[in-house]
């Protein structure tokens, strides 16, 4: 039979991120400049994995990849095949566990592999019912706001309650991601957030609702084209994110060293405390600068993302 194939890109949320989780707004791109192919083949016997992250067979995996394990059985089932006689092959340019979607993307594209393979249409709403499947493994209590953004690709804003509403981007200018190289744990953030919600319940409240008004700001200055103000509310985010405890002194460092070199705004991204770095500006000659300094202060790897192109 045919090989099945499914691609994914990565995301960045913009903004929003943990305050999304207690229902206020964010807002999310697709990233294109990373993402992940699956290639699914025929074999004889029980189903293998290929990955970065487990080699093996699916039946031994439930300690490594136990919500790709249950997404796989359950679409399986979904689609009435037996679990058996497939090679799922997992190639990802996503760095794992920085905030850009590795494991929402990984999930979208074993899903599309699978319908591909044996020819199926698959629909967004199915495809969300499934991938939730494995994200609610992975995030305990996620938002749904990595999967939807992978699935539309294209520029939203997200509310858990009320879904997406696509953006009419008019940004013109650069997207500087920079990733720290160091491990972000979301869920280990996310409940982070929710204990300090109980220990400081005022302040904590303060800063989510102030970081869902952000969001509902920041979408104006992406409809009107406004990226100096959004700069500002960007950085305005950080000191948020800051003060809710989901950023650490490597993150700090880095916003702080886009910032010095001309960048409009910059804030982590994601999960936090590890994990990457967002800046914008509106000159290729500025972005090159804030990536030479973000290197020079120890990021291990970044990219120029250019935001016409959305
Ligand atoms: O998966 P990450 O690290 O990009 O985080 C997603 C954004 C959070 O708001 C922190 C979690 C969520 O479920 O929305």
Not at 122 to 134: E, G, Y
Request: with cysteine; net charge negative.
């Amino acid at each position: 039979m045919k090989s099945g194939i499914g691609q994914a890109t990565g995301k960045i949320v913009l903004m929003g991120e943990h305050a999304v989780v207690y229902g206020k707004k964010a807002v999310a791109l697709p990233f294109f400049s990373v993402g992940i192919k699956t290639t699914i083949n025929d074999i004889e016997g029980p189903i293998r994995i290929e990955s970065a992250c487990y080699t093996g067979l699916l039946k031994d995996a439930q300690k490594a990849i136990p919500g790709l394990k249950y997404l796989i059985e359950k679409t399986l089932e979904h689609l009435n095949i037996p679990t058996k006689n497939l090679e799922i092959m997992i190639d990802s340019s996503i760095p794992a566990q920085r905030g850009l979607g590795s494991s929402a993307s990984v999930s979208v594209s074993v899903v599309r592999s699978l319908f591909n393979k044996y020819d199926q249409e698959l629909d967004n709403k199915t495809l969300s019912d499934l991938v939730f499947l494995a994200e609610t493994i992975h995030h305990n209590n996620p938002s749904g706001l990595d999967a939807t953004v992978i699935i539309e690709e294209s520029f939203i804003s997200f509310e858990k309650d009320k879904g997406l509403k696509h953006i009419d981007s008019n940004l013109k200018g650069y997207l500087i991601v920079a990733d720290t190289g160091m491990f972000g744990n979301t869920k280990e953030s996310v409940s982070n957030v929710q204990e300090r919600l109980k220990r400081e319940p005022e302040k904590t409240k303060e800063a989510i609702d102030n970081l869902g008004k952000l969001s509902e700001e920041a979408i104006h200055d992406i409809e009107s084209g406004n990226l100096e103000h959004l700069g500002k509310l960007m950085t305005s985010a950080h000191d948020k994110l800051k003060n809710i405890g989901v950023s650490n002194e490597t993150l700090d460092r880095l916003v702080t060293s886009a910032l010095k070199n001309n960048a409009l705004g910059a804030k982590l991204t994601g999960g936090g405390n590890g994990g990457c770095m967002i800046a914008i500006t509106d000159t290729m000659v500025d972005a090159k600068n804030i990536v030479d300094a973000l290197l020079e202060q120890g990021a291990k790897h970044t990219w120029i993302y250019h935001l016409k192109e959305l």
